[in-house]
């Protein structure tokens, strides 16, 4: 499926129900365009000084002149607004994505297809607001920006979705000199749902506890919260360190798919127990 350049464009938003596969082929693309829009940025940005340099030197000799220079350059500045910076500042996202799909690739059959939601430039949501204690004019705010959502069936029939929000706490302030100030700090929390067929793994409830512990994360990752039915295993995982978010990933589903297995393993000695009973 070729990637929506527009809508990608406009709203820095990629979504797509692909193959698991072909993924990869679509966030190339995507990071194809956003060098190409980089590259545009620059021209237009150095025309655009140049234009208005010569323009305020063309002022002295023939003012008509160097007013349309001038002009030039402040529209060719308004044009550079054409070509969003957000895709090239969050690049990394492509290869965070790639990771993912690359991770379920191995556990889903060739063609299932999988929906996926990549957002560069994600709405803020405001979650509170306070006044920030011992700070001259102080406020803390806390927003929530959700930029991706990925879900795809897998071979065993379990369905896979994770999603990523980033949590932004920004403080605001008024220094001793006068200054305002702002300080913005970033960390991801990763939800995982897996929706488990209980024909094969039986009820993994038991295990909520032990999952707890089985779970190894990167030192700067947290399980967040699990919540085990018989039918469903939600975690999350809150990650300080941007670069730990694909290793997190990775390891959150390795965690619960040991205890999904274990679970697997228990139910088929429970069935085998069963039928010797009966047998006898």
Not at 30 to 50: C, M, N, S, V
Not at 127 to 144: A, C, H, I, T, W
């Amino acid at each position: 499926m070729a990637v929506d350049v527009n809508r990608l464009r406009k709203e820095c938003v990629y979504e797509a129900s692909t193959a698991i596969e072909a993924v990869a082929d679509d966030l190339a693309q995507i990071e194809g365009l956003a060098a190409e829009w980089h590259a545009t940025r620059k021209r237009l940005f150095l025309a655009g000084t140049i234009a208005i340099a010569v323009g305020c030197i063309g002022l002295a000799v023939y003012v008509p002149v160097g007013l349309v220079l001038i002009a030039i350059g402040i529209s060719l500045f308004v044009w550079t607004k054409s070509s969003p910076k957000a895709v090239a500042n969050n690049l990394g996202r492509c290869e965070l994505v790639k990771s993912v799909a690359d991770m379920l690739a191995h556990d889903t059959a060739p063609g299932t297809p999988a929906t996926i939601r990549l957002a560069f430039n994600p709405k803020r949501d405001l979650l509170s607001e306070d006044v920030l204690p011992m700070r001259r004019n102080g406020k803390q705010r806390l927003y929530k920006a959700s930029w991706l959502t990925v879900e795809t069936s897998l071979c065993d029939g379990t369905t896979f979705t994770q999603t990523i929000d980033d949590l932004i706490r920004q403080r605001s302030f008024t220094n001793p000199r006068g200054k305002s100030k702002t300080k913005t700090r970033t960390h991801s929390l990763l939800g995982m749902r897996l929706a488990y067929p209980q024909k094969v793994y039986g009820d993994v409830t038991p295990l909520n506890a032990r999952m707890q512990k089985e779970i190894q994360l990167p030192a700067a990752s947290f399980v967040r919260g699990i919540e085990v039915t018989g039918r469903i295993v939600k975690v999350k995982a809150l990650v300080t360190q941007y670069g730990d978010l694909a290793q997190t990933s990775s390891m959150l589903a390795l965690g619960v798919y040991r205890m999904l297995n274990l679970s697997r393993e228990l139910e088929a000695r429970k069935r085998a127990q069963s039928q010797a009973g009966g047998a006898q």
